[in-house]
């Protein structure tokens, strides 16, 4: 058991966190969160699993800092989706989806 | 009690997740990989042009991901300030007289600036490069937005517009020229690949803190609205 | 030459995204529509290339795999530029006509539209793993700008839910490639199969392959996830629902598809393959049924894209460990099913909003007496509407011959009640559409005729759907080409 290899394992149970949240977690802003939260774990496993083989390894380190800028794009956009989702509807859930059917109009 | 239930299910579900993935991982940790990527790398570090090998993967072996990550912001910038209605920045919670976030301003905007553009530079051989002083130029933004600096430039419009795909557009143009010249997309011409990977840092530097910075101001709350296909209007 | 028509295929998209987003919605308009000229005339020019030479790969900044990354220009992939090429530009041109240019915020439809393109391109070009990933959020995040565009609370509603699904999605496949790339060293989709010809395989990358294909399903809608769809695809502008149905799914069950195809045979199992399968029949029954009950006209053709995924994922048992020749049948109908699908469900989509900006309402019942007013759209409708019912000659019909003949030559003959079912199904939905135009009411008579282009645009699209049948040889002989395994040219 290396140093590397704890993180990429580390970084599964984040992912397994994070999973759980984006699942579980009602209001949006939380499931954002948890979102990032697995984001890091999967980011962890990355750059873990390829360290502990061959030493420090550049290319998954590169990748994991292109892998956060869209991570960080992504929330973002959420973010401001959510902002503005809550303005309109002063809701910061997903409500129940309509039934199937669709037999009620909104 | 349904919820409840539901809990335990996606519980279970989530740890049996784990439980694979990381026998998974313990597994694959096991055995030596058979391509070694970082030996290569190394070999390949003379034609790069930079000294620091994860900006020369960036910005040289693989610049087409950070060419399409530039990308994804930059959609992320212009979807944010779509969702902008009207053309005020005008937030009345915004305006402040707190002598202690003007003092902290002033002492911690110069510092950050610096800051910034000391990231950019050790990008070329250090841990640091565009995204880094990027985002400390975003949160210099931040700052001085949150202290009641107007900050007109990131009114919703042509400056706006032009900011965001300043880094992108120089980018492209680099990448085009040398396809142009007859060799393949995004190669660098042989010679200027460190100067031309310097100007590229830059631009995107700003281009980065742009978006960032817009993503944060340019989303004010109104209730202009567009209505829906079909809905009676 | 191929050189350059490859960096035009990159740079106009690219570029066209940053020229549109200076513009406002006028300019924008005029400067997408030289654009999209250019976009088809190299997506043209290089399909007609590689259809001459073969296919071959291309070193991005001139560093081959696997240190830098590699496209892999082959007869499949140009081919899915070209439709791209033919759909999007269609969208395109409607959208112009469609979109209301006073208000402000339509000015970023334009960029939006470019880079969800180059996203597309990216996507069907794409042989590295993560480039792959990068590729498919930069359409996700696209779409999702799209519709969420001048939104109001439901269109933001349905645009999160994407937008989150999406990400679950990208992070689901990004663990995979993490995986692969711990495995293997390598991010190459060729040189993780070319190392696995060689050597036994090795324990522990089951999973990755796993993930990746449950992360693209999630993208593409697969039953039971695909909850996200109908919302988005119903509530955004009819042209972005149509390039979204005709697609954006198309591109992460691409991925999906390569996948399985190259790395399905070592990585995979039999019981996940018939699982897939089985999946995909629940999505083709479920979803048709589901579109036989929608009240809003966009909600049946929404359900209708969840069951026309279905049929896609029958790739997945239809081609592990049966014969070369099955797997060949699966593959040509599949992709058959990809393009016809696409053609139609944007000329039904097109035709759907048309109806829609006539009718004043979204609501199938609001339909009645519009066969007499607007029989051009709603012929449209109909057409692509025969290409889901797979009816001959068009190319549903061929789509699903072929996988019916594979199904069979397989000895899975449970595969054939699913096609037939969803045959019947879909001639349900859409007779239903029909049937409540043809009735009659009695105050019919405020009747809005849009302009002749944005009907004439569904009906090219509904009828190239319809003729594909009748040159589906030609169109898969292109993918059947050599490919030339050393390096770019």
Known sequence: MTTPLLYALAGALLCGIGLFGLLWLRHLLRKLLAFNIMGSGVFLVMVGLPQHQSGPDPVPQALVLTGIVVAIAATALAVVLIRRYYHLSGMSSLEDEPSPRGDDPE | ???????????????????????????????????????????????????????????????????????????????????????????????????????????????????????????????????????????????????????????????????????????????????????????????????????????????????LLALFVSAPVNDAEDPEEGAPS | MTLWLMAGLLFTPLAWAVLTLLMNFTWGRLVTWVGIVVQVLVSLGLWLAVSRDGGFYYGLGGWEAPLGIELRVDGLAVTFVLLTAVVASACGWHAGVYIDADKPWHRYFWPLFWFLWSGLNAVWLGGDLFNLYVGLELISLSAVGLVALGGKAGALRASIRYLLAALLGSLAYLLGVALIYGQFGTLSIAGVVFWLEEHPVPAGSSLALALMVTGLALKTALFPLHRWLPPAHGIAKSPVSALLSALVVKASFYIAARL??????????????????????????????????????????????????????????????????????????????????????????????????????????????????????????????????????????????????ASLGSGQWWWVLVLLVGGLLSAAYVFRIYRASFLESSETDHFYHPPRSLEIIPMILALLSLGLGLVSAEVLSVMALPFEEEGSP
């Open chain 2, 1 to 211: 009690m349904m919820r409840a239930l539901q809990t335990l299910v996606m519980a279970l579900a989530c740890l049996a997740f784990t439980g694979v993935l990381a026998t998974s991982i313990w597994t694959i940790s096991g055995n030596p990989t058979p391509v070694n990527l970082t030996q290569l790398l190394t070999e390949n570090m003379g034609r790069s042009g930079v000294e620091h090998p994860v900006t020369a993967v960036l910005l040289n072996f693989r610049s087409y991901d950070t060419l399409l990550e530039i990308g994804v912001l930059v959609i992320a910038g212009i979807a944010g300030i779509s969702m902008a209605k009207t053309a005020s920045l005008e937030d009345p919670a915004m305006r402040t007289s707190d002598s202690l976030l003007y003092a902290l301003q002033r002492w911690f905007v110069p510092l950050m600036l610096v800051l910034a553009g000391y990231l950019l530079w050790a990008g070329a051989d250090r841990p640091g490069g565009a995204f880094q002083a990027g985002a400390v130029l975003a949160a210099t933004g931040v700052l001085m937005r949150l202290g009641g600096s107007p900050m007109e430039f990131l009114r919703p419009g042509l400056m706006l517009r032009l900011g965001l795909a300043l880094g992108f557009t120089v980018f492209l143009l680099v990448a085009v020229a040398s396809a142009i010249g007859g060799d393949a997309f995004l190669a660098y011409p042989p010679g200027m690949t460190k100067a031309l990977i310097v100007v590229i840092e830059t631009v995107l530097t700003l281009s980065i803190a742009m978006v």
């Open chain 3, 260 to 405: 399985w195809l190259e790395l399905g045979e070592p990585l995979g199992n039999l019981a996940a393959a018939q699982l897939v399968g089985l999946l995909g029949s629940a999505a083709i029954v479920w979803g048709s049924w589901l579109a036989c009950r929608q009240l809003e006209l966009k909600q049946v053709v929404a359900y209708s894209s969840v069951a026309q995924i279905g049929y896609l994922f029958l790739l997945f048992p239809l081609t592990y460990s049966v014969s070369e020749s099955v797997t060949l049948q699966a593959q040509q109908g599949i992709t058959l099913q990809v393009i016809s699908h696409a053609l139609a469900k944007a000329a039904m989509f097109l035709a759907a909003g048309n109806l829609i900006l006539s009718t004043g309402s979204s609501r199938v019942d609001a339909l009645k007496g519009v066969s007499r007013f607007l029989p051009f759209s709603l012929f449209s409708f109909g057409l692509a509407g025969v290409s889901l019912m797979s009816l001959p000659p068009s190319g549903g019909f061929a789509a699903k011959w072929l996988l019916l003949q």
